[in-house]
């Protein structure tokens, strides 16, 4: 145990020595404070309306003059398009000639009062026999919000795997790793020791990140199961860069591959329908993508966290076999 912890130790001051290992560390707190003064003007760029075909054309022509409106075929179309990134109102006209607003609930101020406003001038000033009612799906933090905070939970797990490599570059750069593969210290011990910085660190800046945000209110506990099982893919592939790399600049170009399997996943969970998401299921870091944005939303169970984390176990298992022996014989 002494051993890992001065492992541990020597991992630290070798980081603070080194200002690219610093900046690795504080990357994602600094991201978070940027993205928190981001947040709030994101909404409020313009006002969009979806609307149905059940509108007449000179109600929409009245929405026209207060922003953009959409046209959609069904209420489930316009009810699809309200859950979706941006921020914008649904309107839709029932069959008793009442107005209904259809919201997330996450909007900002104008995306809410304004549709308000515009119907209550069209029932009262024009005389149109309508009513309004307004509903709200529930969802409370900005899609923005939820989709910022996760990216950058993933990019803390991965900075703990990139923090694991660039040290173990350093020692091979410094002629110390020879000196501790041959000292009394079994491998064991050395790749646990190494391995502590990439675990602590994370989880450190994951709850940081959650209080910078606002998004503290979610279950802690499946945030750190999350989290610690997450890290196995970014561990593995931190000691891959350290023992292939022969100096930084080559450890650096060898993390591209880890930012475009990140990258994909991300993108990929975003953009592309729920159907079509099947061609993610290979990568580690989607699973960790859509369980965090879950848990954000906390719209999500143990059970199908236990899913989540049964799949990400497995690809990072099949991973590390991939990989080990190659890892085992250059630390030897």
């Not at 859950?83 to 107005?99: H, L, M, R």
């Not at 069209?122 to 905070?149: C, F, Q, R, V, W």
């Not at 020879?178 to 660190?201: A, D, Y």
Request: with cysteine.
């Amino acid at each position: 145990m002494k051993r890992i912890l001065a492992i541990f130790k020597r991992d630290i001051i070798s980081s603070l020595r080194e200002f690219m290992l610093i900046y690795m560390m504080v990357a994602p707190i600094l991201l978070a404070i940027g993205l928190r003064f981001f947040i709030p003007s994101v909404g409020s760029a313009s006002i969009q309306f979806a609307v149905d075909n059940s509108v007449d054309k000179d109600i929409i022509d009245i929405f026209n003059r207060y922003g953009n409106v959409e046209r959609y075929d069904s209420v489930e179309d316009v009810k699809k398009r309200v859950n979706s990134i941006d921020d914008i109102a649904g309107v839709i006209v029932d069959e008793k000639n009442n107005f209904k607003l259809i919201l997330e609930g996450n909007e900002s101020h104008d995306t809410e009062e304004i549709p308000k406003k515009i119907i209550r001038s069209i029932k009262y000033e024009d005389g149109l026999n309508t009513g309004h009612s307004i509903t709200d799906i529930g969802i409370k933090n900005s899609p923005i919000a939820t989709i910022g905070t996760t990216s950058l939970i993933i990019m803390a797990i991965v900075m703990g795997g990139i923090v694991i490599g660039l040290n173990i570059i350093e020692e091979k750069e410094s002629g110390t790793i020879r000196s501790l593969i041959v000292s009394p210290m079994s491998k064991i011990e050395f790749i646990l020791g190494k391995s502590v910085i990439g675990v602590i660190l994370p989880i450190i800046q994951v709850y940081i990140i959650l209080w910078i945000l606002g998004m503290a209110n979610v279950n802690i506990y499946m945030v750190l199961i999350l989290t610690l099982i997450s890290m196995l893919l970014t561990i593995t592939m931190g000691f891959l860069i350290g023992v292939i790399s022969g100096n930084q600049i080559a450890g650096i170009a060898n993390l591209k591959l880890l930012f475009l399997i990140v990258s994909l996943s991300i993108i990929g969970a975003i953009m592309l329908p729920q159907s079509k998401q099947f061609l993610l299921y290979w990568a580690p870091p989607y699973w960790s993508f859509i369980g965090f944005r879950d848990i954000l939303l906390h719209n999500i169970t143990w059970y199908q966290l236990f899913i989540y984390c049964l799949w990400i176990l497995g690809l990072s298992t099949i991973i590390f076999m991939l990989v080990r022996k190659k890892i085992n014989n250059r630390l030897s």
